[in-house]
């Protein structure tokens, strides 16, 4: 899991035999990993609106300012991408406090810890979601 410019990494988590799924140490487990990855792509914006205003400058060659223009609109894309994400981080915590974390909001099953490790703002299990992105192609 990595935002444009930084990745960060978390200790797996280790199930214990016979124990509930989305229990308390799980769910924690989660929090945390969304917690740290929002607070890195916020800082991220933090960083591009510096950057931005840092770097602003009026160029008299229009080669100059058509390539700053270029890098912003990329930057500014880029950022757009992760706000969306911070907004998905913040459902799945919200999914947390309603109990509903780590269950496909399709058909109710188990998610499971490794797919939520990989991709902790899903909402399907990976049948479901396997079914959407062939309805999605079919579509066109």
């Not at 400058?57 to 969306?84: I, V």
């Not at 799945?92 to 499971?112: F, M, Q």
Request: glycine share 4%; proline share 3%.
């Amino acid at each position: 899991m990595n935002s444009s410019a930084s990745e960060f990494t978390f200790k797996p988590y280790e199930e214990k035999e016979g124990e509930e799924y989305m229990n308390e140490a799980q769910l924690q487990h989660f929090i945390n990993i969304l917690n740290k990855w929002k607070s890195e792509l916020m800082e991220e914006v933090d960083r591009t609106v510096h950057h931005m205003q840092d770097d602003a400058a009026n160029f008299p060659d229009p080669n100059d300012r058509a390539t700053q223009e270029s890098e912003f609109s990329l930057e500014l894309r880029t950022r757009d991408r992760e706000r969306k994400l911070i907004k998905k981080i913040d459902e799945a915590l919200k999914n947390i406090e309603a109990g509903d974390y780590g269950y496909c909001e399709t058909c109710g099953v188990e998610i499971g810890i490794r797919r939520l490790e990989a991709r902790p703002t899903a909402t399907l299990c990976i049948d479901c979601k396997t079914l959407d992105e062939i309805r999605e192609k079919q579509m066109g």
